[in-house]
């Protein structure tokens, strides 16, 4: 791994990867009810790593980090920590999901120290800390509902940093977030990264995004990795560079052909109506199974502006369905 920043230089100088742990996947099954969704796959990632993932939606991305964090069953195949059984791991693995899943009724703080050993003060002082390290040092006493969304993710690190994570499972994390937060909430995963010389899983639908931070790039095509490519940039990368732009277009490329096109998930229609918002603006889209409203950040159509009348794919989360009768 090349490191230009003197600052991260430095702390890499100190780190060796031993905060991490080695992952070890062979013949990962998985099966919901009669639906094979992981076909056998294996995967070796050694300790410190960054690994981003991305694909196309509902392709097993987030049913691989569940069977990680031990939040699933296997149906077959194993993995291994350290050469050991997952199991023995408990605490050593965190998970980090899209909404930063605050309890509203606890400050910040306690958020962060929720499930903590030890004396009151002791659990503060670490609970300080990890704040501190996401530049969240001075909101520590406000309720979550003050907070941005931005912010909220920040907490949501420290709550994993707290437990000293030697996995780190990043399920989408920044996907609900402006650009530039994003961007700055990328810079702090890296720098933490870093210091704390985990073994980080990133999911991830920006394929930016899994350049500027991976070691190394997967494309998971149903159940299957079907794509392993290192990424040999120096760091901190920056997204206008001749290199990285490159990457990032063999990736899309390959994300956007034809036999990684996913059926499911994806409905072909027509824009009708673009609301444009601060943050987050709202395009409606007419499908052949209605009216779709899908939330786009304002700043991505600035990127890519959209026409009325245009001609999209609407593709969305597998797991955030929501039906409801047309009355
Ligand atoms: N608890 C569950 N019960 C039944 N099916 C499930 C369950 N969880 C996931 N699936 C199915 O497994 C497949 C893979 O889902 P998964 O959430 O892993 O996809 P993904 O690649 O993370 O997608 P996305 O990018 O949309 O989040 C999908 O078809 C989904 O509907």
Request: proline fraction near 4%.
């Amino acid at each position: 791994m090349q490191i230009d920043n003197p600052e991260l230089a430095q702390v890499g100088a100190v780190r060796d990867g031993s905060g991490g742990l080695d992952v070890e996947i062979r013949g990962l099954v998985k099966y919901f009810g009669e639906r094979q969704v992981l076909h056998g796959l294996d995967l070796s990632i050694p300790a410190g790593e960054f690994v981003a993932i991305v694909g196309r939606s509902g392709c097993g991305k987030s049913t691989l980090l569940r069977q990680l964090a031990g939040l699933d069953s296997l149906s077959g195949g194993a993995i291994g920590f350290d050469g050991k059984a997952r199991e023995t791991f408990g605490d050593q693995v965190r998970i980090m999901y899209q909404e930063a899943r605050l309890l509203p009724w606890r400050t910040v703080i306690q958020n962060v120290a929720l499930g903590l050993p030890g004396s009151r003060a002791q659990v503060r002082a670490q609970a300080e800390e990890a704040l501190a390290q996401v530049g969240l040092a001075d909101r520590a006493d406000e309720w979550p509902s003050r907070l941005s969304g931005g912010q909220r993710q920040r907490v949501a690190l420290a709550r994993a940093l707290i437990h000293r994570p030697r996995l780190l499972l990043l399920d989408e994390p920044l996907g609900a977030l402006d650009a530039l937060t994003r961007i700055e909430m990328q810079r702090l995963i890296e720098q933490i990264w870093h210091q704390h010389a985990f073994t980080a899983l990133l999911v991830t639908h920006d394929v930016a995004e899994a350049v500027a931070l991976a070691d190394r790039i997967l494309l998971i095509e149903e159940g299957r990795i079907t794509f392993d490519e290192p990424v040999d940039l120096p760091r901190p990368r920056e997204h206008g560079e001749a290199r990285f732009a490159a990457l990032e277009s063999r990736v899309l490329k390959r994300l956007m052909t034809v036999d990684a096109l996913n059926p499911r998930n994806q409905l072909r229609g027509r824009v009708t109506e673009i609301v444009i918002g601060k943050v987050l603006s709202e395009v409606l889209v007419m499908t052949p199974a209605g009216v779709l409203s899908a939330a786009v950040p304002t700043s991505t159509l600035s990127e890519f502006p959209l026409e009325l009348g245009a001609d999209v794919l609407a593709v969305f989360k597998s797991n955030q369905v929501v039906l409801a009768t047309s009355d």
